[in-house]
Every structure is written in structure tokens, then in C-alpha cells.
């Protein structure tokens, strides 16, 4: 089975600060690997996610992500954050082929981005 | 497309009274899912359907849970009798899963149960 640990509940950070949150993943098969945001009294929203191919990938909002396979680890950074970014970020994996599953959240970290 | 809509919003009911949340997927989607979210716990995969099936109930807490989803575009989520443990935020997902490969969710706005 695939578990997902999210090191750090709460992170909070200056604006224009460099912020990296950190989740590594367990699973004896290959993953998928997905980060969501959920802002305040709103549902989860998809902000990247690795499939396959280069193992850096990036949002639209500039928010990155490298998939490393040998520390199993999939940690989500950004070089300036803003306050807009004050949000909870939940890092989830779910199994590679196969028929459809389910995604396995992590507990989520808190980033609260200060003035 | 108007995304996944959940009613109601916001719920506060008496301990003992039944409650049923409802969900609307995407038009198109074939999986759609019920998460949990509390404090303690995190997000909890309740349950989830593909091509109104159900496929994976074993996060339903216990018998007081069920769910249903009796055409592609409407499910519905009901405790009864309910109890002030089941306060939480229910989320409806629902998503175009490929036969294989990857399954991205998109989620609904939650429906926030409070049992007094």
C-alpha cells in the first residue's frame, strides 16, 4: 500500500521569502505524485503533478516540484512566495497502470506567508 | 462547465437526525469520490464509484454511513442516525480515470456538517 508523510503541519514563511514543503511517499509499486492546494472555505485544487518523463515539474503560478525516486520524496518549493500563496498544501500519490484508484493524501502543511 | 457542486454548504443538525449530503460531478466524469476532512484526521477517502459503481468502501466509518449514486450525474452521501464525531468537512471529487495511468481529481467546494 502507498502512504504519504508530509514533514511539516505548519510552515510559515516571510513574504518573498524561498519556501520548500516537504513529503515523501512509501509504495512497493510505481506512483503517480500530485500536489493540491486548498485555499480557505474552498475544495482541493490541483497544482502539479508528476507522471512520467522530467522529474522537475511546475505550476503556472511558480510553484515546482522534483520527483526523487531514490529518497522517495516529491517536496514542493517556490523562490518568492506572496501572501496570496497563505494556503494548505496537500502532497498525494496514487499507483502507477492498473485500474482506477484512488489518491492517498498526506495530513497537508499549512503555509502562512507574512508581510 | 461549473466545476462539482455540493449541497448544502453548511449543515448543523442535532445528534440522531439523519443528514444526506448530495454532489453533482463534472458532466463527462466516470469516478467520483467522498472525502472526509477533520482536524485529527486529515483527508479520509470514504468512498468511491466508477461508472456508478461503487469499487472501494472500505473508508465508510461504519453502517451509520452509506452512499449512493444512481445515474452519472448525482450521488448523495447520508448518516443516519448522525453523531457529533461525524462533525467534519465532506468533500465530493469526481474525475475522468483513463484505464490506466494517472487519476486527477477535481474536488467540490465541501459541505461542513456540524452535529450538535
Known amino acids: 500500500a502507498q502512504s504519504v508523510t508530509q514533514l511539516d503541519s505548519q510552515v510559515p514563511v516571510f513574504e518573498e521569502a524561498p519556501v520548500e514543503l516537504r513529503c515523501n511517499y512509501s509504495?512497493?509499486?510505481?506512483?503517480?505524485l500530485f500536489w493540491y492546494v486548498q485555499y480557505p472555505n474552498q475544495g482541493l485544487q490541483l497544482l502539479l503533478k508528476?507522471?512520467?518523463?522530467?522529474?522537475l515539474v511546475e505550476s503556472i503560478n511558480g510553484f515546482e516540484a522534483e520527483f526523487n525516486k531514490s529518497q522517495t520524496s516529491f517536496h514542493l518549493r517556490k523562490p518568492s512566495v506572496h501572501i496570496s500563496d497563505t494556503a494548505e498544501y496537500f502532497c498525494?500519490?496514487?499507483?502507477?497502470?492498473?485500474?482506477?484508484?484512488?489518491?492517498?493524501f498526506g495530513k497537508g502543511t499549512k503555509l502562512s506567508v507574512k508581510p | 462547465d461549473a466545476g462539482v457542486i455540493q449541497s448544502p454548504r453548511h449543515e448543523v443538525t442535532e445528534m440522531g437526525q439523519e443528514v444526506t449530503l448530495r454532489c453533482k460531478p463534472i458532466?463527462?466524469?466516470?469516478?467520483l469520490f467522498w472525502y472526509r476532512q477533520t482536524m485529527m484526521r486529515g483527508l479520509e477517502l470514504l468512498i468511491y464509484?466508477?461508472?456508478?459503481?461503487?469499487?472501494?468502501d472500505s473508508g465508510m466509518p461504519e453502517d451509520r454511513f452509506s452512499a449512493k449514486m444512481p445515474n452519472a450525474s448525482f450521488s448523495t452521501l447520508k448518516i443516519q442516525p448522525s453523531e457529533p464525531r461525524d462533525s467534519a468537512v465532506y468533500f465530493c471529487?469526481?474525475?475522468?480515470?483513463?484505464?490506466?495511468?494517472?487519476?486527477?481529481?477535481?474536488f467540490g467546494a465541501g459541505s461542513r456538517l456540524t452535529v450538535l
Open positions: 471529487a469526481s474525475s475522468l480515470a483513463p484505464s490506466s495511468g494517472a487519476n486527477v481529481l477535481t
Open positions: 509504495s512497493s509499486v510505481s506512483v503517480y
Open positions: 508528476y507522471l512520467s518523463g522530467s522529474t
Open positions: 498525494a500519490v496514487s499507483k502507477y497502470g492498473g485500474s482506477q484508484g484512488n489518491l492517498i
Open positions: 458532466s463527462g466524469h466516470n469516478s
Open positions: 464509484f466508477n461508472n456508478n459503481v461503487p469499487i472501494d
